[in-house]
């Protein structure tokens, strides 16, 4: 059958409880799939490009779901939707570079649809791979994108290792910036990740995006309330307002006092195969005041050591007007 | 009800069904569906088994539901109806609409949820029914273009402002920019003309109509 026919048949289950869930994962290890909104599975499976035996819907679960405000910020379960984030009353009191993220992701119809944790453990969206083509990260031995012929203009600036593709996530940038934990279950029990350390590149694991493993269920996400309040700037720049994924992202969150820089946590997506956190540019601003001087010393560092692909470099001046604002207009 | 997703637990074998089910042949599930009531029209008619019929081509998984997998009989709340229909699990709502309920107002443009021509209401809320799966919606009320006129045939305020306004133009996008006008005024009564843009822009339009949808969403919302 041509690819873009029907999806192929799978199994579907649909436990209504965390237990039952991780059971089933083990049960059918890589051959299961775990489904939430399904806006980025179904893609796949109906492009025939992935096709589980076992697909576990974890829709039912009532331990995945629910934003709730603790002694020490907010945690917000797994398969809390888009638009919930994006209105929550709580979150945009006290985190609206994550409201903001969730609501510039894709379409409402998508949004409603779709969950935060889906969008944090979404795949690449390099389209070579998502075509099916059997690049490296598909198992492959060869990356079409970063060919002589390869079109790359979406791809990545660092951090490259056989696959050139970014993050497409918005609300992962969001959640590095604030430094949030990422509760992570399976049938060991549970264990708590850095947002930062839960993405990973592919000199790390080409075949995957994040440290989860087959029988791993991302359970809640928990944000520390030190930055609850700061100041926060979020921009992302795509194609099209509606549905297109970041060229370039941006999202900063600084604590100030008069107009000297005291702490900054900044963050950008559409760069790298992971949200890149700007040590460089954190540690060059940190104690300077808020001048244009700091701007440009910022936005310089921010992409040292790009090395753009044959499309990309509209990408370095980009990210470097994002970075200025980002810290100017926080 | 056996098919309700708190009462058939994650692993509740299905008790019915199953025997009747596992011989069904192509033949008898095409027979069995239009025995049913369902009209498939003729140039559908090979997308309709590819997308809706387990034993076509290698589309299908065994027959027989394994153990603990959902049941493949659901009752489904469509426009109002409790709607008794056999789905397979990896169908999406679009294809169960038009192929199985012959509810063919909800198109299908792109079937990768970047178009919203299968915009329909579930639960008052906007999906796009081409990227939901149908066993994911047990208990809850589906609404599509067919469920909005009155019993007596008069329109939703929605479709007349759509009318008045001279709205579609080739007509292909128009239900599903009905239902995402519908649900945003159902939220928001008295939108501004941004808060509708915004509602809106998971709804492409190739015919460009986009203002006159924006003047017919403003008109039934001054008129709700
Ligand atoms: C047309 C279109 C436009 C888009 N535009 C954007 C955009 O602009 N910005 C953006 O950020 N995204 C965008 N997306 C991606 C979309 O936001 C994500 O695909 C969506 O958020 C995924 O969430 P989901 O719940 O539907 O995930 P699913 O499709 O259900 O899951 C996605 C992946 O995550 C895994 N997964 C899901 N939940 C868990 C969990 N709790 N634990 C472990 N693994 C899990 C699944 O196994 C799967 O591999 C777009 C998608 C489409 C189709
Ligand atoms: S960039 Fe990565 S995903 Fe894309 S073709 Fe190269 S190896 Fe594959
Ligand atoms: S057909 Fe569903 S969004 Fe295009
Ligand atoms: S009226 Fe033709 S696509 Fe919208």
Redesign the pocket.
């Known amino acids: 059958m041509a690819r873009g026919d029907m999806m192929k048949g799978f199994e579907l289950y649909q436990p209504a409880d965390l237990d039952n869930a991780l059971s089933l994962l083990d049960k059918f290890g890589e051959e299961s ?11 796949w499976f109906k492009d025939r490009a992935k096709q589980p035996k076992a697909v576990i819907d ?1 829709g039912g679960i009532q331990a ?1 779901r629910g934003i709730t405000e603790t002694a020490d910020g907010i945690e917000i379960g ?2 809390t939707t ?1 638009r919930e984030v994006a209105t929550n009353a709580a979150i945009n009191a006290k985190f609206p570079l994550l409201g903001t993220a969730a609501s ?4 409402p119809q ?1 949004r409603n ?3 935060l ?7 690449a969206r390099c389209w070579y791979y998502r075509y099916g083509l059997d690049c490296y990260r598909a198992g492959g031995n060869k990356c079409y994108a970063d060919s002589p012929e390869g079109v790359n203009r979406e791809h990545c600036l660092f951090g490259a290792d056989r696959c050139v593709a970014v993050t ?5 940038v969001a959640l590095v910036a604030l430094d949030a934990r990422m509760v992570v279950v399976n049938k060991d029990g549970e264990r708590e990740i850095a947002a930062e350390n839960f993405f990973i590149g592919p000199d790390v694991n080409i075949t995957r995006m994040t440290v ?1 493993e087959p029988g ?4 809640s996400v928990r944000i520390p309330a030190t930055w609850a309040g700061a100041r926060w700037y979020f921009e ?1 720049v ?1 194609d099209r307002n509606t ?4 060229l370039v992202n941006v999202a900063s969150v600084i604590k100030l006092t008069g107009s000297t820089i005291d702490d900054i946590r900044i963050v950008c997506g559409g760069v790298q195969c992971v949200p890149r956190r700007l040590t460089v540019v954190e540690e060059v601003v940190k104690g300077s005041v808020r001048n244009d001087e700091t701007f440009e010393l910022a936005a310089q560092s921010a992409s040292r050591g790009a090395t753009p692909l044959n499309y990309n470099h509209f990408k370095i001046p980009l990210m470097e007007n994002l970075v200025r604002r980002a810290i100017r207009d926080a | 009800m056996s098919d309700d997703m708190n009462n058939s637990g994650p692993y509740s074998a299905s008790p019915t069904a199953v025997s009747t089910r596992s011989r069904t042949s192509r033949r008898n599930f095409i027979k069995g569906v239009i025995a049913s009531g369902a009209t498939v029209s003729a140039g559908g008619y090979l997308m309709t088994m590819a997308g809706c019929s387990s034993d076509s081509g290698d589309g299908g998984s065994a027959s027989a539901p394994a153990p603990g997998t959902v049941e493949r009989m659901l009752v489904l709340n469509v426009n109002g109806e409790r709607r008794t229909v056999d789905v397979l699990p990896q169908e999406t709502l679009a294809m169960t609409l038009r192929y199985k309920l012959s509810l063919t107002g909800t198109k299908l443009g792109c079937d ?3 178009c919203g021509a299968c915009t329909v209401l579930i639960d008052d809320v906007a999906y796009n029914a081409c ?1 939901v799966l149908t066993h994911t919606l047990r208990g809850r009320n589906v609404m599509t273009i067919e469920g909005l006129a009155a019993a007596d045939g008069s329109l939703h305020p929605v479709q007349q402002a759509f009318i008045d306004e001279l709205g579609p133009q080739c007509g292909f996008c128009t239900p599903g920019q009905v239902m995402s006008a519908v649900a945003l005024l159902k939220e928001n009564p008295r939108p501004s003309r941004q808060q509708a843009r915004e509602a809106m822009a998971g709804n492409l339009c190739r015919c460009g109509a986009y203002d006159n949808y924006l003047n017919a969403v403003m008109r039934a919302a001054r008129g709700a």
Do not use: H, M, Y
Request: glycine fraction near 10%.
């Open positions: 799939w775990k489904l939430a909104g399904g806006q980025d599975s179904l893609d974890l995945l797994a398969l888009l510039r992701v894709a379409s998508i649809q779709a969950t944790g889906g969008n944090l453990c979404q795949d497409p996530s918005d609300t992962a989860l791993d269920i991302l359970k992302k795509a549905w297109d994924f970041a | 990768r949820g970047e990227s």
